[in-house]
């Protein structure tokens, strides 16, 4: 059996998978998100390790001995400040945080050729402008830390001892040089941050290390298990679900990423992405949607609903929530605005709305901001998108994605694509050969709709671009 562990923004998952890569079965534990002031997104990485354990040793019940190894995948761009030892010195800061807006200015200052060696948009929530943050207004704690970590390379380092770093996350990072596979040690120096907070890179099937006596204690594993470096929750999801050079892909958890597949080290372009992917072989293209599922969770908590109860409100409703709109920039946006200042919330409301209408117009929020990120990504409709993550299991929200998407939607067969992917690694790190491929395969099809409530979402979708044109100069006035 090997293990795969994806630490998500909001929850872990701990999966087993046999040796031909069948799901044995899966466990998950919540941990919050915290916002001590506004632009501010936080996690207690210790919440995580407590989640962490929790986690795997309700997953393992008598298969302990039969594990041979762990791999792992996490939510990307977050900075873990800690010692050598993994302890850390404050929360991790997370990839929705926006407070280092201004520290941003730095990388003006950057050549022009440093800056493209980078493929990707200057913005909050990287690690590079976190780090510029903490040195500013933490400079006590940046100088006490010793390493600065993603979310799973921190967890790692609890679970063996040693700290490494690995492309998929790094090139996440606005401190990675694409083009040379490193880290972009000129770009560093020239930011002044320090070179040493950024651990030592491996190929992400390595083996990281193992795990620690006490770890494996705490775990209910055997000690001495390899730990595959592991690989970003995304390039994990297209390990996992078998993604090859130029499908798409659409991934929907606390945020949303629509991934194509790319051959060859694509060039860069306004408001998208460009990342390593777990192979080492190749990279993706990333329309990054900041708030999915964390603006549904919002809108979800403010109507005091559970998730039962907020699907069926939301069906309840007419297409085109009668005319309300919801704007899901809880946390800024990313693809296709670049905008940390915009924010969301429910516009157009009047006597005739009531809570049915709220959640319907949250659901077709979300589903139009992806719809920006896909047209952005493809300059088109695209044919298919293989569907994929855990905020993405509900039929009438697959619909309704199909339906304002315009786009057929493969359903795979493997609920956990990042927690799989992790596994395949795992299996890597054991055997020493490279991943294997991804034994998915496409359970269903979900088709766009051609019938009258179409125009209801089309007129829903002029009213959505039209609310954040005209509200943009009221944001960046906050």
Known sequence: MYLGLDLGTASVKAALFDADGRLARTVARAYDVRAPMPNQAESDPQAWWIAVGQAVRTLLDDDAKSVHALGLSGQMHGVVLCDAEGEALRPAILWADARSTAELRAYDAVPDVRRTELRNPITTGMAGPTLLWLRQHEASLYGRARFALQPKDWLRLRLTGEAFAEPSDASGTLL?????????????????????????LVPSSATAGFLSSRAAKYLGLPSGLPVAAGAADTAAALLGT???????????????????????????????????????????????????????????????????????????????????????????????????????????AGLEHDASHLARSAFEGVALSIRDAVRLLTSSTPGTLRLAGGG??????????????????????????????????????????????????????????ADAHMQALADATERFSAAYTALRPWFSRR
């Open 176 to 200: 990675y040089d694409l083009e040379r596979d490193t880290w972009h040690a000129a770009l560093v120096e020239a930011l002044g941050l320090r070179l040493d907070l950024l651990a030592p």
């Open 242 to 348: 078998g993604i090859t050079a130029g499908q798409l892909q659409l991934t929907i958890g606390t945020g949303a990423q629509v991934v194509r597949a790319e051959a060859s080290l694509p060039a860069s372009r306004p408001a998208l992405h460009v990342f390593r992917s777990s192979n080492h072989e190749g990279w993706y293209t990333l329309a990054a949607v900041q708030n999915a599922g964390l603006a549904l969770e919002w809108a979800r908590r403010t109507l005091h609903l559970d998730w039962t109860e907020f699907y069926e409100a939301a069906q309840q409703s007419e297409p085109g929530a009668r005319g309300l709109t919801f704007l899901p920039y809880m946390t800024g946006d990313r693809t296709p605005h670049l905008d940390p200042q915009a924010r969301g919330g429910w516009i157009g």
């Open 392 to 449: 993405s299991l509900h039929p009438w929200w697959r619909q309704l994605l199909a339906d304002i998407l315009q786009s057929v939607l493969e359903i795979v067969d493997v609920p956990v694509a990042s927690a799989y992917g992790a596994a395949l690694l795992a299996q890597a790190a054991e055997t020493g050969r490279g991943p294997r491929t991804s034994i998915v395969s496409v359970r269903s099809i979900i088709e766009p709709r």
